[in-house]
């Protein structure tokens, strides 16, 4: 006796699937059986690497993720051993980040014109590519600045295109019970990548060179690329049809936005931290040096507070599944993540440091997580890649804090400096959260 089909566990397959223009409906055009349930089960927490299709995903996000890390951590070094400027240290950063920043629509437009699968393959194939030329120009000892400007705009190049993809492409291989805890297995695997790939980039350059974290990018992202395309052809998207201007098709991401009360709110809540919380991560060296007096080995630990903070909330998160009322929840931590850098801005106790930012790295993970996952539920599904490139670039904004928080810091010290960027947030987050209300009964 089989389980009744229901409409969250059954996806689209082109092939068997009825044409939309027949004009049968929606659920109807995308029913299609779910695959056999899985030979094994998993505590409740990983119930979503039971689907094959997942587990091939995560491991795939975890080479790539750490190949990603690299490159950025490998490349800062690389700028600075060739120009011994501090300046050029930031731009190089900086400037990845900004092509990043300018191009995620265009990859928002591919993840909804093609299927996500192939945009992962190839875009993550041109990594390979990029890596590879980086790693031979340093090899052979060629490698100029202006190299590393031009690789590292292609490297921000196809990290947009990548990444609208990849986030989209979790609901369509996910049901929508299971998608809550699919982006929270998602997010933990990119915070691995974020803590283990900087020390182990470090001791490459240490032992072997500069283009030895670039090498090392070139064989995870081939990894990645065989991993993606072991996974099966079977999603909820329906590709569009090229039928439109693609300037057009571009902007429809963001009218999709502004029209829908929902997705808009999703979209300022994500942007309210970015510009105003998060801009502190950098100047956690300034304060253990000096306020906290610990020095490097202090900042060290620092740091890592909120990436083992991360890891710990999404485990939470994926704990409990599928949980009622998001929005308030969503909402609710994000405050906790605010209030927990404000303490960090004001403390001058070493131990009280390490628990505010512990305690705001658990909060913040939930909170983007939700953030993440509402926006997918929100999303209709022919714009959800066009919707996920603009939530993409609202991530990117954090610069734009960074800067005035710096000469804040710089002028007044990091109690003002931070503690008013963190006062302005939590007043907005506020006002935000009780003014909003279809964010709150999401």
């Keep these: 006796m089989t389980a009744p089909r229901t409409a969250s566990t059954e996806r689209w397959h082109p092939m068997t699937s009825p044409d939309p223009t027949t004009g049968a409906s929606a659920d109807a055009a995308t029913a299609v059986a779910a695959p056999p349930p899985s030979r094994f089960r998993l505590p409740a927490a990983f119930v979503s690497f039971e689907d094959a299709d997942f587990r091939y995903l995560g491991l795939s996000t975890l080479a790539l993720g750490f190949g990603q890390?690299?490159?950025?951590?490998?490349?800062?070094?690389?700028?600075?051993?060739?120009?011994?400027?501090?300046?050029?240290l930031g731009t190089i950063s900086a400037f990845r980040a900004g092509v990043g920043t300018l191009t995620a629509p265009l990859g928002g437009y591919l993840a909804d014109r093609f299927p996500r699968r192939q945009v992962i393959i190839w875009t993550t194939a041109s990594s390979v590519v990029q890596a590879a030329l980086l790693a031979l120009l340093i090899l052979s000892g060629a490698i100029q600045l202006w190299h590393v400007y031009v690789l590292a705009f292609a490297g921000g190049v196809i990290q947009s295109f990548t990444q609208p993809a990849r986030q989209a492409f979790i609901f369509d291989i996910s049901t929508d019970e299971t998608l809550a805890n699919a982006i929270a297995m998602n997010s933990i695997v990119q915070n691995v990548a974020r803590i283990a790939a900087p020390p182990l980039t470090g001791v490459m350059i240490a032992a072997w060179g500069n283009g030895a974290p670039f090498a090392t990018l070139a064989g995870t992202q081939v990894l990645a690329v065989v991993l993606t395309m072991f996974i099966s052809n079977k999603t909820r998207q329906r590709p569009m049809r090229n039928n439109g201007n693609a300037v057009v098709q571009i902007v429809e991401g963001f009218t999709a936005t502004w029209r829908d009360r929902r997705v808009l709110g999703l979209m300022i809540v994500h942007t309210i931290p970015t510009l105003l919380v998060v801009p502190y991560l950098p100047f956690i060296a300034l304060v253990s040096r000096d306020v906290l007096h610990e020095g490097a080995s202090g900042y060290g630990w620092l740091a890592s507070m909120a990436g083992w903070g991360a890891v710990l909330g999404l485990g939470v998160l994926a704990f409990l599944g599928n949980p009622k009322n998001k929005g308030l929840l969503m909402l609710g931590c994000f405050l906790v993540y605010i209030v927990g850098?404000?303490?960090f801005s004001f403390?001058?106790?070493y131990a009280l440091s390490l628990a505010a930012l512990g305690?705001?790295?658990?909060?913040?993970s939930v909170a983007f997580a939700l953030n993440n996952t509402l926006l997918q539920i929100a999303s209709p599904n022919e714009v959800r890649g066009r919707i996920m490139a603009v939530w993409q670039m609202t991530a990117g904004l954090?610069?734009?804090?960074?800067?005035?928080?710096?000469?804040?810091?710089e002028r007044y010290g990091p109690e003002i400096g931070m503690g008013s960027f963190m006062v302005v947030a939590l007043v907005t987050f506020v006002v935000f959260s009780a003014a909003w209300g279809s964010v709150r009964r999401m």
């Design 359 to 364: 305690i705001g790295g658990v909060f913040s």
């Design 347 to 349: 403390s001058h106790n």
């Design 341 to 343: 850098v404000l303490v």
């Design 69 to 88: 890390w690299a490159q950025q951590i490998g490349m800062a070094w690389l700028a600075y051993d060739l120009t011994g400027s501090a300046v050029q």
């Design 398 to 409: 954090q610069p734009l804090g960074a800067l005035p928080m710096g000469l804040l810091i």
